[in-house]
């Protein structure tokens, strides 16, 4: 298999996600997309569903094909796919370790229970995101959460993990 990041319009990625597997289904029965979202919580809004990459799809299909590439810019709400139109990079090693991880634990996240020491390496240790891995960007002590950078998207787009969602590793 393939994997790849498409962008979409920010809102949109659900409804893109539904038609994009309709539209490929017949010319690729293997093709997947894959939106992440995960639990949230704050005072003003209480428990909600956000998403971890927003305007991001990830997709995997047997072979991208120019035939599956022209459908898929055809879709309501396609942006591009990453890096560009005309040279898609296709997601390998540590990137492709961290999608496959998050794959295996659903789209729909929930809270994960960690610790950590600033500067180091983080994981999950409870939760759906048990054993994910990550680089501490930054430290917001006041909010109590450290914000962690993702290798999927190029360019360091990151997500905030409460200070008791992670421990540190070696």
């Known amino acids: 298999m393939e994997y790849y990041c498409v962008m979409v319009l920010t809102g949109e990625e659900k409804s893109f996600k539904a038609r994009a ?19 949230l919580y704050t ?3 209480g428990w909600f569903l956000g998403a971890l990459f927003s ?22 709400g396609f942006c591009r796919i990453l890096r560009d139109n005309q040279n898609p990079t296709m997601i390998q090693g540590d990137t492709l370790q961290e999608l496959r991880f998050l794959i295996d634990n659903g789209e729909v996240l929930g809270v994960s229970r960690v610790q950590f020491l600033p500067g180091q390496k983080i994981k999950a240790v409870s939760g759906p ?8 960007k930054f430290v917001n002590k ?15 787009v990151t997500f ?9 590793t070696e």
């Open 21 to 39: 597997s309709e539209a490929l289904g017949n010319l690729d029965p293997d093709v997947r997309f894959y939106f992440f979202e995960r639990s």
């Open 129 to 136: 995101l048990v054993g994910y891995e990550g680089q501490i």
């Open 142 to 156: 006041k909010k109590r959460r450290v914000t962690v950078c993702s290798l999927l998207a190029d360019g360091g």
């Open 55 to 76: 305007g991001y799809l990830f997709f995997q299909v047997r072979r991208l094909t120019p035939e599956i590439l022209s459908v898929l810019r055809g879709i309501k």
């Open 160 to 168: 905030d993990l409460k200070y008791d969602e992670v421990e540190a």
């Open 43 to 45: 005072e003003r809004r």
